[in-house]
């Protein structure tokens, strides 16, 4: 089993509503990994109203967000 990767970098763009521990990100490549290496996955919301291909990082889920690969 494989998956494409979509590889994420900080990025320098702000929003206009900044708060406390805002991450934006924005892509970087793409790759092709196999799935007995995924460990976990995370929520990665699109930004609007700001460039394309930007995403902010949501780290205030619940265990149900996450995927859990190989059990």
């Given at each position: 089993n494989m998956a494409v990767v979509?590889?994420?970098k900080e990025a320098k763009w702000k929003p206009k509503t900044y708060w406390k521990n805002c991450q934006v990100f924005e892509e970087?490549?793409?790759?092709?990994?196999?799935?007995?290496?995924?460990?976990w996955a995370c929520h990665m919301i699109p930004t609007f109203g700001?460039?394309?291909r930007m995403y902010y990082l949501n780290d205030i889920v619940d265990a149900d967000m996450f995927l859990c690969c190989g059990n």
């Open positions: 979509q590889w994420l970087k490549g793409r790759s092709i990994i196999f799935l007995k290496y995924v460990v700001g460039p394309d």
